[in-house]
């Protein structure tokens, strides 16, 4: 778990990543379950980029 955690805060401190965190994801407002869907959808890829951006290396 120690390493995990590790892992995250070093993951955080990366420019690339602290940017497209910062990022408002989700807009607040009325959107039609297609559009909310098309959201998350896209959130998740973001998260997925992110993830693969600064994935641990294997030692």
């Given amino acids: 778990m120690a390493r995990i955690d590790s892992e995250a805060n070093r993951s955080l401190q990366v420019p690339e990543v602290k940017d497209k965190l910062a990022t408002?994801?989700?807009?607040?407002?009325r959107a039609t379950p297609e559009e909310r869907t098309t959201?998350?959808?896209?959130?998740?890829e973001r998260i997925r980029m992110l993830v693969k951006l600064d994935a641990p290396?294997?030692?």
């Fill in 57 to 59: 290396r294997p030692e």
């Fill in 39 to 44: 959201t998350l959808d896209d959130e998740m």
């Fill in 24 to 29: 408002p994801a989700i807009e607040s407002g």
